[in-house]
């Protein structure tokens, strides 16, 4: 039952909007998932607020909401967001105003990372890597069980750094940020498709591509061999620099079995050390840690 205790998350995807109503403890009351619309940014404030108005009753009850992209702490507006139509808006204002409700923004992969550092994958942990490989590529930094900001509000923006060396293909990669390589156009699920577009020429959704990696398909094993590759060489950075206690995955990728067996041994032999402890591990909260930990936001 809804009271003024319950927390209200909201996580906006390039693919999904989630919300969750859950009580202080964290209990689920009540989730409800819709697409994201792909028009304007007037069709994702309203699919937003018709989600919050069947969530939630309580006219108070504040919402934390988690995007994919960050603001910036110098002009308040939306920056590096994949869902084009958020950037340069005064997202927090306007869904403030939409709803009629205080609303707190923040980045996807911290709010994933809040959740899986919390009570989640990482909660043992002083130090959590939190990673999510969906329709882009994002991450996040917990240290003692709370979220790195850092002095630009981008620590753990690992996804448009450029991915060390090209495994699968020698064409180079353009991003919507305007960089080439980054990690996401490889990690990410369109990034996915496309290294099996090059292997057996068609054009599959990741979905798709992990079915026939599962049935043994030729072509899906080698994508999958590339990607496990390209995931170690990205994670190894992150290794080498910030040396987490874990490294926790979410986000669709992060459901592939393989990646657990197959992606530390490729780490291992590239993270500059005589020996490898770090775990990687996927998320408790599976595909609601990034909505559990947009409610924490309150
Ligand atoms: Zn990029």
Redo the contacts with the bound molecule.
């Keep these: 039952m809804e009271k003024l205790t319950s927390k209200l998350g909201i996580d906006l995807g390039g693919t999904k909007i989630e919300g969750l109503l859950a009580d202080k403890s964290g209990e689920q009351l009540k989730r409800i998932r819709v697409k994201t619309p792909g028009g304007s940014y007037g069709e994702i404030l309203n699919a937003i607020a018709n989600l919050v108005s069947e969530l939630a009753t309580i006219p108070d009850l504040p919402v934390g909401i988690g995007i994919p992209g960050s603001i910036s702490p110098t002009s308040e507006r939306v920056r590096n967001s994949n869902i084009l139509a958020l950037n340069r808006r005064l997202f927090a204002k306007d869904l403030e105003k939409t709803l009629g409700r205080p609303v707190r923004v923040a980045n996807d992969a911290n709010c994933f990372t809040i959740s899986e550092s919390t009570d989640g994958a990482g909660k043992e942990a002083n130090s959590v890597f939190g990673v999510i490989l969906g329709t882009g590529v994002g991450g996040g930094i917990s240290i003692n069980s709370q979220i790195l900001e850092g002095q630009n509000s981008i620590a753990g923006e690992w996804?448009?750094n450029p991915l060390p060396r090209i495994t699968s293909d020698a064409s180079e990669r353009r991003?919507?940020?305007?960089?080439t390589n980054?990690i996401?156009?490889w990690l990410s699920g369109p990034g996915l498709s496309k290294t099996y577009k090059g292997f057996s020429k068609k054009d599959l959704t990741a979905e798709q591509i992990v079915k026939l990696y599962e049935a043994g398909e030729e072509d899906a094993i080698k994508t999958f061999s590339a990607f496990f590759d390209q995931l170690a060489l990205a994670l190894s950075i992150v290794t080498n620099i910030l040396d987490p206690d874990i490294i926790v995955l979410g986000g669709g990728l992060s459901n592939i079995k393989s990646i657990y067996t197959e992606t530390p041994d490729r780490l291992e032999k590239l993270v500059f050390s005589d020996h490898f402890r770090t775990k990687i591990a996927k998320a408790k909260h599976g595909d609601s840690s990034g909505v559990r930990g947009a409610a924490w936001l309150w």
Excluded: A, D, K, V
Excluded at 175 to 179: A, H, I, S, W
């Design positions: 996804g448009h991003c919507y940020c305007g960089r980054c996401e156009s």
